[in-house]
T-cell receptor, first 115, second 121 residues
């Protein structure tokens, strides 16, 4: 069975600090996809990134970067020089090869960035 | 831009009432989903649909049903609302894997609506 664990339920940082959100997953499949979503106070989930299990390259997009490590089954998300607008709940999610497009979500990490 | 619209943002219903949550997407997506979100539990899949009139149970279908009569619309129905169904409900959609059944994974991005906060009293 697939499972996603976000051990940090809440993180508080001061603006301009770097922060890393952890995500650990479990799956028996060799083909799977990993996602990060951001949920601002408005409620909708905003897609941030998708990574497939065959692509372990790290990715950087502006102040956001992702570190995918199959050896430790982790897909961590780092925000550099955090800003107040980064305050949100962040979800990591997994989609397995035999589960269609269904996502299994972690419990979410609430990030609070204080000015 | 993909738009997934949920008709009601906030609802308050009484125990035993029948509740309809409506969702419409405008990108001709094959797949549509209903999730509920509860603190500490993340999002859990209630039902999904990969085609008109097709539906599959997710992880927590008990107490819910769904309807997909048109491709763009996916309704979640609570036949007899209970207080433990107080939650935030999120609708989502994604492209399917055309011509293949059941839907095989493509890693297609899933787009979410803004959510519907339902309180059952």
């Amino acid at each position: 069975a697939q499972k996603v664990t976000q051990a940090q339920t809440e993180i508080s940082v001061v603006e301009k600090e770097d922060v890393t959100l952890d995500c650990v997953y479990e799956t028996r499949d060799t083909t799977y996809y990993l996602f990060w979503y951001k949920q601002p106070p408005s409620g909708e989930l905003v897609f941030l990134i998708r990574r497939n299990s065959f692509d372990e390259q790290n990715e950087i997009s502006g102040r956001y970067s992702w570190n995918f490590q199959k050896s430790t089954s982790s897909f961590n998300f780092t925000i550099t020089a955090s800003q107040v607008v980064d305050s949100a709940v962040y979800f990591c999610a997994l989609s397995e090869a035999n589960a269609g497009n269904m996502l299994t979500f972690g419990g979410g990490t609430r990030l609070m960035v204080k000015p | 831009d993909v738009k997934v619209t949920q008709s009601s943002r906030y609802l308050v219903k009484r125990t035993g009432e029948k509740v309809f949550l409506e969702c419409v997407q405008d990108m001709d997506h094959e797949n549509m989903f209903w999730y509920r979100q509860d603190p500490g539990l993340g999002l859990r899949l209630i039902y999904f649909s990969y085609d008109v009139k097709m539906k599959e149970k997710g992880d927590i279908p008990e107490g819910y049903s769904v309807s997909r009569e048109k491709k763009e619309r996916f309704s979640l129905i609570l036949e007899s609302a209970s207080t433990n169904q107080t939650s935030m409900y999120l609708c989502a959609s994604s492209l399917g894997d055309r011509g293949r059944l059941p839907p095989l994974p493509s890693g297609n991005t899933i787009y979410f609506g803004e959510g519907s906060w339902l309180t059952v009293v």
